[in-house]
């Protein structure tokens, strides 16, 4: 194993319960364990999840939800006491055997797609049989969701003649969440409440849930306000609210926009990152001033160093963005609690830090790549991008301390 991840269940914990108590009694908080718990593990994180009290979770697609059972299962959490889980980017036709047969629960927004799930429920269940559905609403993000209008009301008509399925929940999902004061979700919101009344028009009722919102809608200014909304619009549907929170849980969330705007983040001030991803010095060696070092010699030593070998690269999801050259300074990892910066081009496998002024480094000796000291939002700002992409890109066996 050249690295592993280490996951807090302390912090995961304390994370989920900083939402909770964010959200409130009335409305419940959807761990997203999606994309290999952002790569975190799924099988690690959701069984700590469960038996925090989480009653839902969310994958991608019903391979995620199956190997999600299978973790819960292996873990001691009784099939009675499992949250459920809702299957949120489910493709046509692929997922609906392993979605019934796993007791999962889909997000829908198309015809052909539910007649795949009804023709799997009656062959695993017979007549009696029938499945529930969460179905999405495009407000404004263009990608999945049925658009409210004409298109919902042929939709909810044949949906309530399929004895097969029951409607559990509607959902939207916000395209601005991280924008203070957005017209955006506003524009949603209203659309969103169009959808529930055309629901309501057509003699169906969400029986259980109606949800909207991420990590950011829960830390934003308009906090307060969306979330009464949302709890105000299911209660008008008999229904319980819920929100859809993934990167919070796992210690980052992204700024709200503008910058200068004065946002309370409580949220965000209390989250701790989850994951320490480690690697182990596998050598060392001294250069003298004028020495080159990596790819395309975009470093050269100016004085004489002492640089370690690191087994992980860009295959393993550490971003080539984070090269060190002479003209820029790029990344760090964490050796014996001090920052070692990385010198020349981060290749494949194998990456050069410099540890000139920590000379007790041995080989074998542990190193954060990323965790305290070097976090996600480090990373993604030298690599020009979001600490989704840097957590969801770490591909190393995942172990719960």
Known sequence: MTSWVEVSERRLRANYRLLVDAVGDETAVLAVVKANAYGHGAGVCAPVLAKAGAEWLGVADGDEGAAVRQALQAAGVAHEDQPRILVMCSSQGEDAETVVSCGLTPVVWEQQQMEYLAAAVLQHGGDAARLPVHLEIDTGMARQGVAPGEGLRTLLHWLKRQPRLVLD????????????????????????????????????????????????????????????????LAKSVGARSMVRSGI????????????DTVVEAKVR???????????????????QAGDTVGYNATFTAERPMRLALLPVGYADGLRRELSGS???????????????????????NLTVVDVTEIPEVEVGDE???????????????????????????????????
Request: with cysteine.
């Open 326 to 348: 002479n003209a820029r300074a790029g990344g760090w990892t964490m050796v014996k609690g001090r920052r070692a910066a990385i010198v020349g081009r981060v290749s494949m």
């Open 169 to 232: 929940g509607v959902m939207t999902h916000f395209a601005s969440p991280e924008e203070a004061g957005s017209t955006q979700t506003l524009v949603q919101r209203r659309r969103f409440e169009d959808a529930i009344a055309a629901v309501a028009d057509a003699g169906l009722r969400p029986g259980g849930w109606v949800h909207a919102g991420s990590s950011s809608t829960v830390d934003n200014q308009d906090a307060a306000a969306n979330l009464a909304w949302l709890h105000s």
């Open 367 to 401: 190193v954060v790549v990323l965790g305290d000291g070097g976090t996600a939002d480090d990373h993604a700002r030298l690599a020009h991008t979001i600490s989704y992409e840097i957590v969801c890109g770490v591909r190393a066996e995942s172990r719960l301390v």
């Open 269 to 287: 001030c209390g989250l701790q990152p989850v994951m320490s991803w480690k690697t182990r010095v596998i050598g060392l060696r001294e250069v």
């Open 248 to 259: 919070a849980l796992y210690g980052y969330c992204l700024p709200i926009e503008p910058e």
